[in-house]
């Protein structure tokens, strides 16, 4: 007889990985704690090497997924509710958590709104009369560059390649001045 599989959206699975991932956390930590305060070294990981929380949450689980991915949709979910996120950048999160629940790949969807916010995070500076000139112009320069790709549609890892490069020049531009 045929076992029946429960099918969970990755978003729930998101959820209950952060969730584990902090209480494995906190589960780390204390072993650590114990083992360098003259706790029994018994007690600590009982000869484990150091581990990663993300990557022992995401075992528990047992689902297969990696903690990379688990991370990724965690910050899309994140980003939707994020109180002073952008709304069009908050509406593709939401649209991106929607179309992996209906099976499309994370890793698109993911890097199409990360780009999505660092284009906002530049455009925030090339608007704000308070910025440093040469750093508004430095951001208004590559908003100009970056909104042309996404009008020619160019691949989004291409678009976020490039954003990052943008944001690290502004980052730059608002040093100079200080």
Do not use: C, N
Not at 9 to 14: E, Q, Y
Not at 58 to 74: C, D, F, W, Y
Not at 85 to 100: N, S, T
Not at 108 to 130: F, G, N, P, Q, R
């Amino acid at each position: 007889m045929a076992r029946s599989v429960e099918v969970v959206p990755l978003t729930a699975l998101a959820s209950r990985y952060s969730a584990l991932k902090d209480e494995v956390a906190v589960e780390f930590k204390a072993r650590q704690l114990a083992s360098r305060f003259g706790g029994d070294p018994a007690a600590r990981a009982d000869g484990e090497p150091k581990r990663d929380a993300r990557a022992e949450a995401a075992r528990r689980l047992g689902v297969g997924v990696s903690h990379a991915t688990l991370e990724k949709v965690a910050w899309l979910q994140h980003v939707v509710t994020d109180p002073d996120g952008w709304l069009p950048v908050k509406q593709a999160a939401f649209d991106a958590l929607e179309a992996v629940d209906q099976g499309e790949g994370v890793d698109h969807v993911y890097t199409k709104v990360l780009a999505m916010s660092l284009i906002a995070d530049i455009e925030s500076v090339a608007d704000d009369e308070a910025t440093d000139p040469l750093a508004r112009q430095v951001a208004a320069i590559s908003l100009r560059k970056l909104r042309a790709m996404q009008e020619q549609r160019f691949r989004p890892e291409v678009v976020l390649r490039e954003a990052r490069k943008a944001a690290a020049l502004v980052k730059e531009a608002q040093g100079q001045r200080r």
